[in-house]
């Protein structure tokens, strides 16, 4: 991938755009609490799309470049190299935004294709798909750090469709650790409301999480669209979560909802050894997981998914260890090596795939992708532009929790 950026001429009009969204880039911004966006935020919203998605990537660099100057997290790609690949990626994530319309919003998967490049019906329909939280949740928080104005505006914006499809759901209750929020069933802002008395987890537990809608009911593809859905705990009412145990060989089992929880709740002990049996699930490849040794017709074996390389620099920054070279206790595992099989899965177009083959299943895999499993989506975007971000687990645990 070039990594030396072509100058081009623009009208007189696209400079006036980029210095006013250059400006609202980089200027300090102040950390707002329930409704965020001003009225400031949605006046610069349409030249701030603009700039960051019709010019070239020069306006996302510099949004990049600024975070990047403040993230604890030392890559082992070259500056150069990381910035352009993290711009073309935040250009991606604005251009959903900005294709959502009014809803402002990021859906499931926007360019709807699959590993083959065409699409089926299940796809067409996730592509219609809004999740409020893997998707606008996680993308909100990215978009805060990258570009702000927008950040706070889709952040409201996702909010407001919660209150409006999930009227009995406690709405400070989402698995959302990943972010940097203590949800309300460790002692989070919102636990006094009564929607929000959900059992909290002991260390090695979770809250099982169920989707609704689920893609794959038979009377999904006849939903109004958009859909709006939302991975809950529980059913549609609110009710119904379950207390489950982190499963031990489950890679994001372990880096989410272990790791980086207990970073939040200040048990970092408890946090490193979760991360050292993530680690232990490193084969050079990837990290295997027990849905990845089937080897079955059309099984994945052979198979990763790129969301648990997102997690482990995600866990590494929150831990601390975003500097050093080797991961675990022990260095067990390089950070090049994790590294390299994630911006391997990306796409010329910036995107990320989910899946990616390691050496056993090359067979299977196309130019990059997966056919008929890897999808470029808005739950792996946000993950990737969060993990190279700014370490918002510093100090997290004397912290109130973010809302």
Known sequence: MKTQLCAKSWADGSLRVMALALGLLFSPQVARAGTTASAEDYRQEEPLIAATTTTTPSTALRAVESVRGSSPLVSSLSPNDLNYR???????????????????????????????????????????????????????????EYAPPLGRILSDSWRSKWEEKYPSFCPYTQSDVVIGQVPAYDGGKGSGDPRCRQPRPGTWEMLRMQQYPRPAEADFDTLQTPIIGTDYPGDKTGVGAQIAAIGKTSVRDLLKYGCLRQVLLGNHSAAQEMFDLALA????????????????????????????????????????????????TQGQVPKASIELKLWSSQSPSGGIWTNYCGDAGAEKCGLGSIPKIAKQTNEIAPLVLLAYGNNIWANASSQSPQQ
């Open 86 to 144: 993290l711009a073309i990626l935040l250009r991606w994530v604005v251009r959903d935004y900005a294709n959502s319309g009014e809803l402002r919003l990021l859906s499931a998967v926007p360019e709807g294709t699959n590993g083959a490049g065409t699409s089926n019906a299940r796809l067409r329909t996730l592509q219609k798909t809004y999740w409020l939280q893997n998707n606008s949740m996680y993308g909100a928080q990215a978009l805060l």
């Open 281 to 328: 699930q490193w084969d050079g490849s990837g990290f295997v997981e027990p849905k990845s040794r089937r080897d079955s017709e059309g099984s994945p074996a052979g198979i990763y998914w790129t969301r648990d390389l997102a997690f482990a620099v995600m866990c590494a920054n929150a831990l601390g260890q975003g500097g050093l070279q080797n991961w675990g």
